[in-house]
């Protein structure tokens, strides 16, 4: 099993900037594993936000969060980062790390081996 813990999430204003941070751990962990993140809005999908392989090579965003969003990671950590800057009310959600237990990408919820528990994200206007 792996577990996931993420943190970093709280009360900002639009415009504010905010680092998620999510710590994996367990003994079946890949070092190969992809590392991302999904959010859910109220009353919407779950959706991919972002994600990056553990080369640090490939990255993919979510067509509103380019520009505004950088993933990064911590391999000797086991730490996945997600800086988000510009927040606006519609960045508003739960957002939750996941895990593709091994090489290859993230696109979708189809990808993805472990979820975390979710950190909540609010942005007021």
């Known amino acids: 099993q792996v577990q996931l813990v993420e943190s970093g999430g709280g009360l900002v204003q639009a415009g504010d900037s905010l680092r998620l941070s999510c710590a994996a751990s367990?003994?079946?962990?890949?070092?190969?594993?992809?590392m991302g993140w999904f959010r859910q809005a109220p009353g919407k999908e779950r959706e991919f936000v972002a994600a990056?392989?553990?080369?640090?090579?490939?990255?993919n965003y979510e067509d509103s969060v380019k520009g505004r969003f950088t993933i990064s990671r911590d391999n000797a950590k086991n730490t996945v980062y997600l800086h988000m800057t510009r927040l606006n009310p519609e960045d508003t959600a739960v957002y939750y790390c996941?895990?593709?237990?091994?090489?290859?990408?993230?696109?979708?919820?189809?990808?993805?081996?472990?979820w975390g528990k979710g950190t909540l994200v609010t942005v007021s206007s």
């Open positions: 996941v895990v593709r237990n091994g090489p290859g990408v993230i696109y979708s919820a189809h990808d993805v081996s472990y």
């Open positions: 367990g003994r079946t962990f890949s070092r190969y594993a992809t």
């Open positions: 990056l392989t553990w080369t640090g090579t490939m990255t």
